[in-house]
């Protein structure tokens, strides 16, 4: 059968750009300095215009992921960040939505071209055994790739995760987890009680930072340890729209649901009050992540924020999929999105 002046046309295109779709690459071009790429900025809750939580720190060419949600490696293509520049994975904790794309996250840094070493799961005590498990799912899923594309291609060295512990810190203190070439990753612990241990990161190199909550209620902790950052990255909720589908669930005879979204308000901050943290801690400019619940509204998100700009002084943004935080060593902040400018 003939196909039609369309569907030729349309190859004639793909065939045309297909280069620059592949070779696209969004981290060679960028400035010398810290840049903060939002992965997954939503929830467990679905969200069409959200990804469970992930953030991307590029350093020069390297890529350093703070958990890996589920759609993290779909994503982190979309954006043009090829997977086989992470160096390493940090976990703030073991809650689902953060660690649910670990497992296609690694199997996309293990086939890409860049890839010669194993890739490193660093978190607090209990990464072995998320990182274990996910071996032990992926493990016959490699040896097929293995025998089907060959040893040279998919090397069945590289196909497991390594995990590394480090401590949690006592309270009002930071480890120093990752030192690379510059750069310095270090953990403070946070509040998200019941759930522990849970960590969040502080970023430094060549004069500039960003601090990564984690999940947290409001947290002097957090606080000391993002102490004149350039950027904080902090999570919140909105305990007035929560409690409205909580409600709405639990007239609607969905009890359970009712009752776990009722649960939720007590271990996330909300927006003012992450606006209050990056106020105490003199933070130079403040993105919010890990919206819950979802707003499908545009208009919704002034009910989000709450006021939360008149707590704070510096420019606050609430964080979106494919935004980028750049900032170079020679000072500034920039502001992008790598999904919309395609």
């Known amino acids: 059968m003939a196909r039609s002046l369309r569907s030729r046309i349309a190859l ?3 065939r045309r750009k297909l280069p620059s779709i592949i070779g696209a690459d969004a981290v060679a071009g960028l400035e010398d300095g810290l840049h903060v790429a939002i992965v997954g900025s939503g929830s467990p809750l679905p969200d069409e215009s959200r990804g469970n939580p992930c953030v991307a ?9 703070v958990d890996a949600g589920e759609g993290s490696s779909e994503t982190l293509n979309r954006m043009n960040i090829d997977a086989g520049r992470i160096e390493t994975v940090l976990l703030t904790h073991f809650h689902s939505d953060h660690i649910g794309g670990l497992g296609s996250v690694n199997l996309q840094r293990w086939v890409s071209d860049r890839t ?11 990464v072995d055994r998320v990182v274990d498990g996910y071996n ?5 899923d ?5 025998a089907h594309h060959g040893a040279e291609y998919v090397d069945p060295a590289n196909a497991a995760m390594i995990a590394e512990s480090f401590p949690v810190p006592p309270d009002g203190e930071t480890n120093l987890v990752l030192e690379d070439d510059g750069l310095r990753i270090t953990a403070f612990e946070v509040d998200h009680a019941p759930v522990a241990p849970v960590v969040g990161f502080r970023f430094e190199y060549r004069g500039r930072s960003v601090v990564i909550s984690a999940d947290t209620v409001y947290s002097d902790n957090l606080v000391k ?6 950027l904080l990255i902090h999570d919140a909720l909105s305990i007035e729209l ?3 589908v909580s409600e709405t669930s639990t007239e609607l005879g969905f009890e359970a649901r009712g009752k776990i979204l009722a649960d939720v308000t007590d271990y996330h901050a909300t927006a003012p009050q992450a606006a209050d943290a990056a106020q105490r801690a003199g933070a130079k400019a403040l993105a919010i992540t890990h919206i819950v619940p979802p707003l499908p509204l545009k208009a919704l998100e002034e009910v989000f924020l709450d006021g939360a700009p008149n707590h704070y002084d510096g420019p606050l943004w609430l964080a979106a ?7 170079p060593t020679t000072g500034g902040l920039k502001v992008s999105n790598l999904i919309r400018r395609r």
């Open 12 to 14: 004639s295109i793909i």
């Open 57 to 65: 720190v590029i350093v020069g060419e390297r890529v350093y992921v």
């Open 116 to 126: 010669d070493s194993p890739l490193r799961v660093l978190g607090p005590p209990g």
């Open 136 to 140: 032990e799912a992926y493990a016959l």
């Open 142 to 146: 490699a040896t097929y790739r293995t």
């Open 225 to 230: 340890a993002a102490r004149d950052t350039d």
């Open 242 to 244: 929560l409690m409205m």
């Open 321 to 327: 999929d494919g935004d980028l935080y750049s900032l």
